[in-house]
């Protein structure tokens, strides 16, 4: 049985230059596209991937990456903004790797572009009122 999901990778630091990704094709019979990849402030390899395959391969494939030490997360998950909470101070703007945050220069309003938020969750914390919510 073949299968497709979109996945966000994290690669800590010390993982960042090693060819891991090529391995699940050449190793796991796996395609993938990426769709977004760019480095975190805490230096992380981030990158958001669409991967398919057979249902095996990709067990195996997503097995070898955990043992690798790489984060896997699902992009099931969903985080949405609580505009009565936020507060626009700007904090989330430069960290997020997706550029899901805009300044507009007339009102001073951080404009959050869910379309682009990849779900990383690292703006749940930098938040500090606490607007952004990740859900399940
Ligand atoms: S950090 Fe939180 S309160 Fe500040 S602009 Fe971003 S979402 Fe709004
Ligand atoms: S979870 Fe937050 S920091 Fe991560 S991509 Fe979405 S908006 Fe940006």
């Known amino acids: 049985m073949a299968t497709s999901k979109r996945i966000v990778l994290r690669f800590p630091r010390r993982l960042v230059d090693r060819p891991i990704v ?49 984060h896997i997360q699902s992009l099931s998950q969903d985080v949405t903004r609580n505009e009565e909470r936020c507060t626009h101070c700007g904090a989330c703007i430069t960290v ?31 938040c500090p009122p606490r607007a952004m919510e990740l859900h399940f």
């Not at 993938?32 to 390899?45: D, M, Q, R, Y």
């Not at 507009?104 to 990849?118: M, N």
Request: net charge negative; charged share 30%.
């Open 22 to 70: 090529s391995r699940l094709v050449k190793d796991y019979n796996l395609d993938f596209n990426i769709l977004k990849a760019s480095v975190t402030p805490e230096e992380e390899g981030l990158l958001v991937l669409e991967m398919s395959g057979k249902q095996d391969d990709y067990d195996r494939g997503i097995e070898y990456l955990t043992k690798t030490g790489v």
């Open 96 to 126: 997020c790797p997706a550029g899901a945050f805009e300044l507009e220069p007339a009102t001073r309003r951080v404009k959050f572009l869910d379309k682009k938020c990849i779900a990383c969750g690292l703006c749940i914390k930098a």
